[in-house]
């Protein structure tokens, strides 16, 4: 599988035949160098959504999150990259968590209430994959929109 959205909704992955040490393989169609992630969920009551790639100057917007569902976003940036990251709320009251390379945390942030934006101002220090984490506070179904800029 190469992303949630490959699981059929009644599957929520492969089938491991229980407890044990295994091997994930990760391969790169044509066998070039690239950044991934692989996380691990194990409670389907609370489910980890990869919507993919946002980039700089192409905002997403209406993104729909259910109940109790976190969304993640990943996007390509350069150390000394100067990011500004906009989640703009339809209904709700997001937090955001920033990752870099290697999953490294950076940074929350819940600075304001229901219905008004968050917005994160920093300059990147390292090259590499970064995620955003998006979640509505209260766990309650969300509306948003996102925007990376990258200068």
Request: hydrophobic residues 35%; without cysteine.
């Amino acid at each position: 599988y190469t992303n949630s959205r490959d699981f059929p909704k009644e599957d929520n992955g492969p089938s491991l035949p229980g407890e044990g040490i295994y091997e994930i393989q990760v391969s790169v169609q044509g066998g070039q160098a690239a950044d991934y992630a692989i996380l691990a969920n194990v409670d389907p009551e609370f489910p980890y959504i990869f919507n993919g790639i946002v980039s700089s100057g192409n905002p997403r917007s209406a993104v729909q999150i259910p109940n109790d569902a976190v969304h993640y976003w990943f996007f390509a940036a350069n150390a000394g990259d100067s990011l500004t990251l906009i989640v703009t709320p339809n209904d709700g009251d997001p937090i955001l968590d920033l990752y870099g390379p290697g999953a490294e945390y950076i940074d929350s942030v819940d600075e304001n209430g229901t219905d008004e934006e968050e917005v994160y101002e920093t300059t990147l220090t390292e090259t590499g994959l970064y995620a955003v984490r998006i979640m509505e506070i209260d766990g309650l179904s969300m509306t948003y929109d996102i925007e990376v800029t990258l200068e």
